[in-house]
């Protein structure tokens, strides 16, 4: 019977992982400004996941259990209200403003946002009961990826000290050549009695 037991859990969990969607880095026109890093569609519901160790300064908040960070709390519960207001009503329930933290050793749920680790966010996502059927998680993850539109990228200019160093070893990278050039044509002309 535990054999049993075992296989059925493997089962699921395999089922679990094939039958999630996952939509990265996208934005919605009501909230232009707004980041959706990671939207997880699985069995188990509707993350809407930040990451808590970028963008913002670290600032603990004295009585706060989870020591999350204010800023990164309240962008990861308007991201997943953003999300809930573009699904349809049936699934709202289903959706949850998630903020991953690396430093995080468990899980806490701080204003309706679930503060915890990327590794327990996969446990929580795989052992969770499952409320969405296949056919709903792919709903719901085609009608958010028409909804949204890629984030755009933040334009990377290079700094002059880094053309600068470019343009040394280009001239270097020349004025080597050249000069090998020039040695094998006379050593060359040498050998060659023609």
């Not at 998630?98 to 899980?107: K, W």
């Not at 996969?122 to 052992?127: A, I, P």
């Not at 056919?135 to 755009?152: D, G, H, K, M, N």
């Not at 000290?161 to 002309?189: M, P």
Request: proline share 6%; charged share 20%.
């Amino acid at each position: 019977m535990a054999q049993t037991g075992s296989i059925e859990r493997g089962r699921r969990a395999g089922l679990t992982g094939s039958r999630r969607r996952e939509i990265r880095d996208v934005r919605h026109a009501s909230q232009p400004g707004l980041r959706l890093e990671r939207v997880l569609v699985a069995p188990s519901g509707i993350y809407v996941v930040t990451a808590g160790d970028r963008g913002v300064p670290r600032q603990r908040v004295p009585g706060d259990p989870a020591g999350a960070v204010v800023a990164h709390l309240d962008r990861a519960g308007e991201a997943g209200r953003l999300v809930a207001a573009l699904v349809p009503a049936r699934y709202r329930l289903h959706v949850r403003g998630v903020l991953t933290r690396a430093d995080e050793a468990g899980a806490d749920v701080v204003g309706g946002v679930l503060v915890t680790s990327p590794g327990t966010l996969e446990h929580v996502v795989q052992h969770s009961p499952v409320v969405l059927s296949t056919s709903e998680v792919t709903e719901v993850a085609l009608r958010l990826s028409a909804l949204t539109e890629p984030f755009p990228e933040a334009s990377v200019v290079p700094s002059r000290g880094r053309w600068r160093r470019r343009a040394a070893l280009l001239g270097t990278v020349a004025a080597t050549g050249a000069s090998f050039v020039a040695l094998t044509h006379e050593k060359l002309a040498a050998l060659l009695p023609w």
